[in-house]
């Protein structure tokens, strides 16, 4: 069983940068892959970006690629989002997520917020 905890979440001006934490219980953090994901009202759950187990192995979305860095700390168990240069459209409740072999889990969401 693997729980996760976002925060970071917050409002920002367009242009500017916010870095969201992740953090995860269990001891088998480093075996999951991790992701995070985004929801704005009305529109489906889409990914924003994935890691690898080891740290590398990196995906992004078309919409935020150049703008957004995936990272993680598997000492800390923690997945981080640094985004820079934020727009209106990337509001958003964003969520982590982990997966392996089949089983996944989802932390409660933290609101993303980009005023124009």
């Known amino acids: 069983q693997v729980r996760l905890v976002e925060s970071g979440g917050g409002l920002v001006q367009a242009g500017g940068s916010l870095r969201l934490s992740c953090a995860a219980s269990?001891?088998?953090?480093?075996?999951?892959?991790m992701g995070w994901y985004r929801q704005a009202p009305g529109k489906e759950r889409e990914l924003v970006a994935t890691?690898?187990?080891?740290?590398?192995?990196?995906n992004y979305a078309n919409s935020v690629k150049g703008r957004f860095t995936i990272s993680r700390d598997n000492g800390k168990g923690t997945v981080y989002l640094q985004m820079n240069s934020l727009k209106p459209e990337d509001t958003a409740v964003y969520y982590c997520?982990?997966?392996?072999?089949?089983?996944?889990?989802w932390g409660q969401g933290t609101q993303v917020t980009v005023s124009s």
């Open positions: 997520k982990a997966w392996w072999i089949g089983t996944s889990y």
């Open positions: 269990g001891r088998t953090f480093s075996s999951y892959a």
């Open positions: 890691i690898g187990s080891a740290g590398g192995n990196t």
